[in-house]
Structures are given as structure tokens and as C-alpha cells.
């Protein structure tokens, strides 16, 4: 199967009052935790590299950091290529 790569998915609070740093903390947490799906973190965001489906499960729960934190709409947009 071909490895599907997603660069610099972006997660990112709706609400101006929102600090991103905390979150970002953890989402990056959450990354070292798992082992379904590679990811570098560079100067311009994450690339996330793996089978889609376990890509989208890691976006999915990056997703949800923020709903974990209290803060309301986030959102959520992911660019996608094969090979």
C-alpha cells in the first residue's frame, strides 16, 4: 500500500480569547505517544506520513484537544498527497 503524507494539518481555536501554545503542547504529546503514523515537526508546521486511515485517526484526535480544553469551535483542515 502507498504511504499517504499530510503536511502541517492545523488545528486551531475559533474563540480570540484562545492561547494556542498549550494545546499545541499537547497535541505534540499526543504524537510521541502513538505508533501508527510518522510525523517531523519543522519550522512551518507537521507532516504527518502513514496509512490514511491511521492518519486520520491521529488528525481526528489532535481534533479534539481543544474540545478537552473548554474551548469552543475548533477548527480543523488537513492537505493531503500519495506517495
Do not use: C, W
Request: glycine share 6%.
Amino acid at each position: 500500500m502507498r504511504a499517504e503524507r499530510f503536511t502541517s494539518p492545523t488545528v486551531r481555536p475559533r474563540s480570540a480569547s484562545a492561547s494556542a501554545s498549550e494545546y499545541i503542547a499537547e497535541m505534540h504529546r499526543r504524537l510521541d505517544r502513538q505508533d501508527k503514523v510518522r510525523f517531523k515537526l519543522h519550522a512551518m508546521g507537521t507532516e504527518l506520513e502513514g496509512k490514511l486511515d491511521d492518519i486520520l485517526v491521529v488528525v481526528r484526535k489532535l481534533h479534539n484537544v481543544p474540545f478537552e480544553a473548554g474551548l469552543p469551535r475548533p477548527s480543523t483542515s488537513a492537505r493531503g498527497k500519495r506517495g
